[in-house]
């Protein structure tokens, strides 16, 4: 019995806590790409560097309020910063808009010119966030490190494996949630949310019965650059910040939401954790998982990992390639492309 | 300006533009650009004709790039006999298990009739396959890179002339090019985007850790030359007296032997290194002007004219009988190609393989960003765009330095911002790249020489 608690408590140790946060990481931000893909109708490769930029500019703000003298007690100063920072992206996100996009949404162009605009704010961001604050490793996570440090779960269960949870998981996992409550609050009973939803429906029906496109694509956009600004601050506290590494985070986000289904914000929710789960779920060891779980005589020689770590990241595109070719609308059904 | 006279007008500033460089900081720094604009513009031409000719939307340059820089490791690196000997077999054993899984699971797929019962049966014959030759493939790759892993740990290629490797990656990139066909073509182009992107991340991906094959982040380095090297040419007679020669006035000038003998050595040692940069571009222009003639050719034979008519009217050609997803896939299949021997040839010139440095803003989107300005559809265009962006990527570090200590002298040295200022200075080129991009879509979206299509009256 201990040695299956011990194995259940490994698991979700390094793969399932992990995962989840990661999971919600990625939701986030492919939620903030299924929206654009939604309403704008084009696959927004610019949306990695906007986190890197919407974090960059919590980070600073950070920095500002410690120099104060301000902290948020046991949670990071970080959380304190995003609102303000929010506010800057998503300003910045309607400039992006009033300065390439609408010229575009105006002369109807082709899906594929947007991609190319969004290519080109993808290198004027990123550009812009190496020139601001350079290219290192930037640690801004402050105030207590652990919920449940691992070597105080083993001393309270007498377990031989520990448990440790850390804040920015939990803090995570739990903003996720509330983000994507207020979220599919606001599409489901607001005005404006059934408005992008109807947009986003049929453009058409939607114009015709009065629905302002102007005001829909600036609420997308606001929200998209809020996702985006969370979900960048999130992987930032949890990990660190590189710019280098959002730019990298822009492809399990897209799979995240292809898988799921783009267009569909639920989708983006689901595909999220299933990619996070397959990239950390198919390059962890399992050797002493299955020494905890199988009887003695049939305990694994090698290291029983499916794939090596540095795959990690191409699992979700094996994923994405997988899905292209068994169900190219994802799990819900989403826009046919 | 007609258009004759604007293509003149293009190239002329692009060349005023490099012999500055040549009298302003050196010959030997413009020769450096110049080799690697050529390598851009073969890569835009590849791009060009499967953007401006067909229109779609590959973001996967990168990856068939690298799998030209494999194919000069391959070809090039001589043979590692005690790695070949070590895990050889074992690997041939696990390749051959590998061919039989794809070939059994292909036979499945097609014999059997689709359903619940091909699925598990192919689940199987995937499961089956996997546990069979992994076992081969993991002894095998563990031996190769236990054999002497400072100096080796791989197989090493066919020892041969590096220069076939730029056949070689065509041939690579072409067949990589034919299987992401078969997955991605017929979709949606944001889709097509995403898929080229992603695999060739996952190309990148192997190439990176598959040590056995290219040294992973080991790198492969000190590749063989197709040009002669510096230090054979120093020690030649006959590049001597061409140097002797060619200096005659100012060696004439010397007032004694000794300092004669002085300036030659220093001119034999700066001329050598030209020397072997005019080899590589005689060679780069070789393949640049064959590339440039064959895509004319065939733009402006009925192929190129049907190449526009499915990229400007699918349904209308389709419905005219032209067969558009094969000739898609056609045109990705020779456009990869020649981005592979791009590829090559830049391993080539950078005599290493770095599988590390591949990354997608600097060889898919700026691949993009010269084909875009330079003139979708316009096959000098892509040339000319190739020059210009590589050009000002390079040059857009020493640029923005050169303004930056003019404004530093100016303000005084503000010890802290102007440090920072000096740091922001190579990002400056992401941020100009990008805004001239968006710039040219909105303004002059045809790029700087558009299309021309030459009507028959």
Redesign the interface.
């Known amino acids: 019995m201990t040695e299956f608690l011990n194995a259940i408590i490994l698991l979700s140790n390094f793969v399932i806590i992990p995962a989840l946060s990661y999971g919600s990481q990625l939701a986030l931000g492919a939620l903030g790409v299924t929206l654009v893909f939604g309403i704008l109708r084009f696959a927004n490769f610019a949306h990695g560097d906007l986190m890197a930029f919407g974090t960059m500019v919590t980070i600073f703000l950070t920095w500002w309020l410690q120099s104060l003298g301000v902290s948020f007690g046991p949670l990071p100063t970080a959380l304190l910063a995003l609102p303000a920072a929010i506010v800057i992206t998503a300003l910045f996100a309607l400039l992006t808009d009033r300065l390439v996009y609408r010229y575009y949404r105006r002369i109807k162009a082709v899906p594929v010119v947007y991609i190319v605009a969004s290519v080109g704010v993808m290198f004027v961001l990123n550009g812009l966030v190496r020139i601001l604050i350079g290219t290192e490793d930037q640690l801004f996570s402050d105030g207590q490190k652990f919920i449940i440090h691992a070597n105080d779960f083993k001393q309270m269960t007498g377990l031989s494996e520990g448990l440790s949870f850390k804040v920015t998981q939990g803090l995570t996992i739990a903003l996720a949630v509330l983000v994507v409550a207020a979220l599919f609050w606001f599409l489901q009973r607001t005005r404006t949310g059934k408005a992008m939803r109807a947009y986003s429906d049929n453009e058409n029906l939607a114009l015709f019965s009065g629905i302002n496109p102007d005001r829909v694509v600036m609420v997308t956009w606001i929200i998209a650059a809020s996702l985006a600004t969370i979900a960048g601050v999130l992987y930032g506290l949890d990990k660190s910040f590189k710019p280098f590494i959002y730019f990298q985070l822009l492809l399990p986000i897209f799979a995240a939401a292809i898988v799921g289904g783009i267009g569909q914000p639920i989708g983006a929710i689901v595909g999220g954790y299933i990619v996070a789960f397959s990239e950390i779920a198919s390059t962890y060891v399992y050797r002493k998982f299955l020494i905890y779980v199988m009887p003695e005589s049939l305990e694994p020689t090698g290291m029983a990992q499916v794939l090596p770590t540095e795959y990690k990241f191409a699992v979700s595109f094996v994923l994405l390639v997988v899905v292209l070719l068994v169900r190219p609308t994802g799990i819900f059904r989403g826009k046919v492309l | 300006m007609t258009h004759r006279q604007r293509t003149i007008f293009a190239f002329s500033i692009l060349a005023a533009l490099l012999l500055f460089v040549g009298f302003g900081q050196s010959w030997s720094v413009a020769l450096v650009i110049i080799n690697l604009c050529l390598v851009s513009a073969v890569m835009a031409l590849g791009l060009n004709l499967q953007w401006g000719y067909a229109?779609l939307?590959n973001a996967g340059v990168m990856g068939f790039a690298a799998l030209g820089g494999v194919a000069a490791i391959l070809v090039s690196h001589a043979p590692v006999e005690e790695a070949w000997s070590a895990g050889g077999g074992n690997l041939l054993i696990a390749l051959g298990l590998f061919a039989l899984t794809v070939a059994v699971g292909y036979i499945v797929h097609r014999r059997m009739a689709a359903g619940n019962a091909r699925r598990l049966v192919m689940l199987g014959v995937i499961l089956i396959g996997y546990w069979s030759f992994r076992g081969f493939f993991s002894d095998a790759v563990r031996a190769i890179e236990s054999v002497d892993p400072v100096r080796t740990g791989f197989l090493g290629g066919l020892g041969m002339p590096i220069i076939f490797s730029w056949v070689v990656g065509g041939l690579f990139a072409a067949g990589v090019a034919w299987l992401i066909g078969r997955?991605?073509l017929g979709?949606?182009?944001?889709?097509f985007?995403?898929?080229t992107?992603?695999?060739s991340?996952?190309v990148v991906?192997?190439l990176?850790?598959e040590d056995w094959l290219t040294r992973g982040p080991k790198n492969v380095s000190g590749l063989k030359r197709p040009v002669p090297y510096e230090v054979e040419l120093q020690s030649s007679d006959w590049f001597i007296a061409a140097i002797e020669r060619l200096h005659a006035g100012a060696l004439s000038s010397a007032a004694s032997a000794a300092e004669r003998q002085d300036i030659l050595a220093q001119f034999i040692i700066s001329g050598s290194s030209i020397f072997v940069k005019l080899c590589y571009m005689g060679l780069f222009g070789t393949v640049l002007l064959i590339v440039l003639g064959l895509s004319v050719r065939a733009l402006n034979s009925p192929w190129g004219r049907m190449m526009r008519a499915i990229r400007d009217r699918e349904d209308a050609a389709s419905a005219m009988g032209k067969n558009v997803i094969f000739r898609h896939r056609q045109i990705f299949i020779l456009g990869s190609a020649i981005i592979g021997v791009a590829g090559a040839m830049l391993t080539t010139i950078d005599g290493q393989f770095t599988p590390g440095s591949y990354?997608p803003?600097r060889y898919s989107?700026l691949i993009?960003?010269m084909v875009?300005i330079g003139g979708s559809g316009n096959n000098l265009g892509a040339v000319l765009g190739g020059f210009l962006i590589w050009f000002f990527w390079i040059e857009a570090e020493p640029a923005s330095l050169w303004v930056l200590g003019h404004a530093i002298a100016v303000l005084g040295d503000g010890s802290a911002i102007a440090q920072r200022m000096i740091?922001?200075a190579p990002?400056?080129?992401?941020?100009?790249?990008?805004?001239t991009?968006?710039m040219v879509?909105?303004f002059s979206?045809r790029g700087i020489l558009p299309e021309y299509v030459r009507h028959i009256r």
């Open positions: 229109g939307f997955i991605a979709l949606r182009a944001d889709y985007a995403i898929a992107l992603g695999i991340e996952i991906a192997l990176k850790n990354n803003l989107f993009w960003v875009i740091d922001a990002h400056m080129r992401q941020l100009l790249m990008g805004l991009l968006i879509l909105r979206p």
